[in-house]
């Protein structure tokens, strides 16, 4: 992984066999980001993404293996009782043009991932809301 900040922005590149997720953690965690808008595209072979089912409060999640394109990779970083949060969903196609996603738990770059990580000045932690069942923005 290589990056470079621009006031701002940050626009890294992520490299093949390395996981999505590390990196964005690696990169929020040295740079003190706190809150920033997360945007991505780039070619992976292994991932998991999961979906929410609210009326059980429980997420599920598929994996997948193969050649893949994300199609659309965004999100938001923040923190959740002071430390790194990351909250991201990704959509990714395959050969035949069919395109899986959800929220993001994992992914491998197979060639590379190009990502934009727009820093907001100020900070909005979560806390877990026992009725929605999940980790909310708490203002």
Known sequence: MDYRRFQNIIIARIDKGEEILDKVKEIAIKENIKLAGV???????????????????????????????????????????GEFYAHLHMSAGNEKGEVFGGHLNRAVVSATCEMVITVIDGSVDRAFDEEIGLNLFKF
């Open 39 to 81: 945007t991505a595209l780039g070619a992976i072979n292994d991932f998991t993404t999961g979906v929410f089912k609210t009326g059980e409060k429980k997420y599920y999640s598929n994996d997948f293996k193969g050649d893949y394109e994300i199609v659309s990779l965004n999100g938001t970083i923040n923190t959740m009782n």
